[in-house]
């Protein structure tokens, strides 16, 4: 007697959204899988992972493929968590403001020296291996007028970070050291600039040092679409040594020349407003907030609020420091 067959029960891929990366725990519990049978396959291709260790989208993929479940994984689109930057409506009383400088570039291309060298202070041995991990924000006098700098990390692994260093400013110095050229995170230092629509300024850095080639650098600018003003582009680049501080006052003054021609400007006699970079607990003093006051006058004893955070403001110091009672 003939049978008929039932075709309709057949089981449909689910599919399933992960974000990028993601923890071998969260994705063993996302396919309703033993978290130890995940780490065997990821061991079974060469990977040694733990329950907590990160893998990238990718990886996860093949591993559903490897693991034949009918699932489809795609991936979840994860918000940016920097802040567009924000124009402030002038009154016809608005003043000139110092501008507000990024140093970005690939990790030992010299951003945290060159800095140094500006300031004339030693951070980079006060660093994790040399490598900056924070944002930092110093301000220098420079023939009686206040520069803004901010190093940002050249690690790969504060991405999130850089980009946030790049919103938060009105020039962009992209540090690319002589005897390496341009490298990955350079490549990502000017993309982040572009995105923020800062003004880029280029310091070829480490001139002195054996290998520097210059213009092999420049070449590699104008393959990046950044053509240099002596060969008829408008982007400026300056050659500069870190070590023996040659070209650092020339440096300082295309950047002011750079932002001169965005006439930047700031109301004063207004409520203090602007962006905290970075926050930590200090013991004995506190939540400290390091912050870039953008437009405005922040006092002693104001009351500040950040997001669903307020707090009052028991002490203001400067960059260098000082005690201040106003910012």
């Known amino acids: 007697m003939a049978r008929s067959l039932d ?7 689910r599919t ?4 990028d990366p993601i923890t071998v725990g969260a994705l063993a519990d996302t396919l309703e899988i033993p978290v130890t049978k995940l780490i065997g396959e990821l061991f079974k291709g060469g990977i040694m992972a733990t329950v907590n260790e990160k893998i990238d989208f990718d990886t996860a993929s093949l591993l559903v493929g490897d693991l034949e479940v009918d ?12 802040l567009p930057k924000k124009d402030y409506v002038l009154s016809d009383k608005a003043e000139t403001r110092p501008p507000v400088v990024a140093v970005m570039g690939h ?8 800095l140094d060298a500006i300031r004339e202070k030693d951070t980079v041995s006060h660093e994790a291996g040399g490598i900056t991990q924070h944002i930092s924000a110093y301000q220098i006098n420079h023939n009686g ?27 962009a110095v992209i540090v690319v050291a002589a005897d390496d050229g341009i490298k990955p995170q350079t490549l990502e230092a000017i993309r982040f600039a572009r995105k923020a629509g800062v003004k880029i300024v280029v310091a070829i850095n480490k001139i002195d040092k054996e290998g520097a080639n210059s213009a092999l650098v420049k070449q590699q600018l104008a393959e990046q679409e950044l053509l240099i003003e002596e060969w008829g582009g408008d982007t400026v680049v300056v050659e500069v040594s870190a070590k023996t501080k040659k070209g650092i006052d020339n440096l300082i003054d295309m950047v002011l020349l750079v932002a001169d021609v965005e006439d930047l400007k700031a109301d004063v006699a207004v409520p203090g407003q602007g962006l905290v970079i970075e926050s930590h607990m200090e013991v004995g003093r506190g939540p400290i907030a390091i912050a870039l006051v953008q437009q405005g006058t922040l006092k002693k004893g104001d009351f500040i609020v950040a997001g669903s955070t307020y707090a009052k403001v028991k002490v203001l110091e ?3 420091g000082e005690n201040s009672m106003s910012a």
């Open 7 to 13: 075709i309709a029960d057949q089981s449909t891929t």
């Open 16 to 19: 399933i959204e992960i974000p």
């Open 71 to 82: 699932v489809e994984l795609i991936k979840q689109e994860r918000a940016s968590n920097v």
């Open 107 to 114: 990790v030992d291309h010299g951003k945290t020296s060159l």
């Open 145 to 171: 007028r206040p520069v803004t700098f901010l190093d940002t990390p050249g690690h790969e692994a504060f991405a999130a970070l850089r980009e946030h260093g790049a919103h938060l400013t009105d020039v």
């Open 318 to 320: 400067r960059t260098d």
